[in-house]
């Protein structure tokens, strides 16, 4: 560990550790509170995108929202096997409540698919009222991969296509408002380490492990929310992370498969994908956590909204409050997903903005 302005001391890092291991081990006596599974408000009229809603926990986060009446945007890469879902879930519905929910393909490896995706949706002038950015990866044990952008993958699928996504759904975003977006994010990024100029683990100093890469993104998905809600200050839409507790999903697929259903079987303390879906829903469902979120704009706090999965405000890791580090991840952000520095700004004012992975635009 290093003690660089985007570092962390040894000791924060042995804290952050300390967390970790405690909040996950105790995670079920902290959420004893909760219904199992939450009883959602109607959500009729809301236009709701889910990413990443064919598996997991993003599968639960959409079908709960479906079920409660808001029309469901599945936001993935695997449209084929989202319509067999769907076909599925209308099946339990009664003829008197069908399901609303549209397909609609992303793949968060390529930036050219989000620049489409946003270009589909905002082009239907309706408003975007709650957008879950709820796909991702954790490649565990994997050796450091590249996409074709480019880009380390953890970095690009956990933290710079969504952020991507968020910043041009904002004109839909906009005419939804008051408007969430939801990050899923992890209790993991109290361990993460986030260099602005070494965003790909590219040097020796800041070596790659997919651990490393994991709890960086989600990191580096904090500060960019926290900077975002910055930038969103005298508007009606909010910024919101979360984090789901550690769930029993597919998100261990890359382990060995003996070592895989080990994880899957063993860890009594982990929750299901029901569970973990709790603390979106909440976030996506809650009156008062839009009041929240509007008393941290007012005290332009450094930080946006943090929700454990326990569905209580928590408190982000002491680097996640760092708003010089916060707007060096913002700056290099907005300039690896090719828009400009400004680029919030002018979509607010309603101006159209170009950015470099568009189709056809010149790399
Ligand atoms: N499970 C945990 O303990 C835990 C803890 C903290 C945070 N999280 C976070 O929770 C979120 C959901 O993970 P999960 O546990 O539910 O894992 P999961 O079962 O593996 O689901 C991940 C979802 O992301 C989608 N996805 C992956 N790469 C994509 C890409 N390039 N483009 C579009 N979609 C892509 C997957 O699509 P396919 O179905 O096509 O593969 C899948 O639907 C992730 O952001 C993860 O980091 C999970």
Known sequence: MNSSSTGLEWTEWLQGWRRLTYETLFQKIHAKHLQDPLLLPPLNGLNCIVTGAT????LEIAKQLAESGAHLVMAVRNTSFAHQLIQKWQRNETEYRSLSIDVIELDLFHLESVVKFAQEWNSRSKPLHILINNAG????????KFTKDGY??????????????SVL?????KRGTPSRIINMNSLMHVIGVVDPQDMNFLTKKNKFTSR???SSS???????SSILQKFLMNTNIHVMCVEPGAVRTNVTRDLPRILNILYQKMFFFMFDAQQGSRSALIAASDA??????????????NVCAFIGCNCRISEPSKEAHNEITSFEIWNKTMEMVGLPA??????????EIHCRYGANSDR
């Open 55 to 58: 598996s997991g926990i993003g």
């Open 137 to 144: 990866i954790y490649s565990i044990g994997q050796p450091q």
């Open 152 to 165: 380390e993958t953890h970095i690009q699928v956990n933290h710079l296509a969504p952020a991507l996504l």
């Open 169 to 173: 759904l904002l004109p839909s975003l």
């Open 212 to 214: 490393k890469a994991y």
């Open 218 to 224: 989600k990191l580096a998905q904090l500060k960019f």
């Open 288 to 301: 008062n956590i839009l009041d929240y979120c509007s008393d941290l704009k007012a005290q332009e706090c």
């Open 342 to 351: 400004g680029g919030v700004d002018m979509i607010l004012q309603g101006e």
